[in-house]
């Protein structure tokens, strides 16, 4: 067998979502010799392009977790960012409202997490009964730092940032293994664009693989205890005559904010994401979840008929078993440094300046 022709690199990040791209666009000021690798012939592919684009306020993340920090400093990064570089967002606000009682004392819940957070923008409205006549509702609170914006655009910006900083992208390349040695982490990768095999070597090792990242994680490390859960979200196309200016946020479920209408820059109206747990990764929609689906939306929109729904596009949360928080896990093999990054699923867009910054600041 022919031996494997091997590179040393100062840093390696593993993955090309918004979380990769936006880590080693921040670590390409601190290293010169930058490689990001990425398994699909494309960035953001998965997580990353499958989501509501929503950018997010930080009232429902427990105060003082990473959500919370990254959302928050995330938030104001990212809108500042679409300012100078002009990519497309709009700052539509939302609407959380609660159906009952019940709802009402959740809402009310995250009204006080929101302002014990430092999301002191946000106010009981009223305002929505003659704005919009066909929502059903008992209370309202509305958050205007909420807004939508162009994802794709935002990632493939912070993908020539780290490519005119001098970092590389290697794309359909996918990590097949990992060791150390006195040298670094060899990261055996196999270039699916023509089936050879070669090593990296590197010095500083960030996993931040998003679906794959459990997996990866244990191959960084033995002792790696997260265990990985698949949530499955789908969206659905509204077909009716109704328009909305504003996103429209039911009281949050267990997995999931709820199932939300969002608009999108067209001023199309979108219901989604579902959320329920699956084994696979699987994008295709679920005929038989359409009836939970349609019931969870016309708790506020009672006027909605299965015919006004046509089938979107699904996504997938990587999600950790019994966490809710992001995880950021760093640590040292013999002084060369991993980074891992799991259950990074939303507020991910929103947080992934603020993650960048947070990942670099581990970094000696």
Sequence with gaps: MSKLEKFEVDCLVIGGGVSGIA???????????????????????????????????????????????????????????LEERKIEFNRCGKYILSSNDEESETL??????????????????????????FLHYKEAIFSP?????????????????FQSLGGNILLGNETLNIEQSSKGYEVLIQDKNTENQFVVIANVLVN???????????????????QEEFVKGEYYIYQGKERLENLIYPTPSENSLGLHATIDLGSGIRFGPSAYVVDEIDYSLSSHQKSHFLSAVQSYWPNIKAEDLTPGYSGIRPKLKGVKDFVVDSGTVSDKQYVNVLGY????????????????????
């Design 208 to 226: 931040s693989a998003g679906l794959n990242a459990v997996h990866i994680a244990g191959l960084i490390n033995e002792g790696n205890n997260y």
């Design 23 to 81: 880590i080693a666009r921040e670590l390409s000021l601190k290293f010169d010799n930058i490689f990001l690798i990425e398994r699909n012939l494309q960035i953001a592919q998965e997580t990353s392009s499958r989501n509501s684009e929503v950018i997010h306020a930080g009232m429902y993340y427990d105060h003082g977790s990473l959500k919370s920090r990254l959302c928050l400093k995330g938030k104001d990064l990212l809108y500042k960012y």
């Design 345 to 364: 699923a939303s507020p991910g867009l929103t947080s992934s300046l603020a993650l960048g910054i947070e990942v670099s600041n581990l970094i000696e």
């Design 145 to 161: 730092s909420t807004g939508i914006f162009d994802s794709h655009s935002f990632i493939h910006s912070l993908s020539r940032d």
């Design 108 to 133: 009310n819940n995250i009204y006080e997490n929101g302002l014990t957070c430092g999301v002191d923008d946000l106010t009981y409205d009223n305002s929505l009964k003659s704005k919009y006549p």
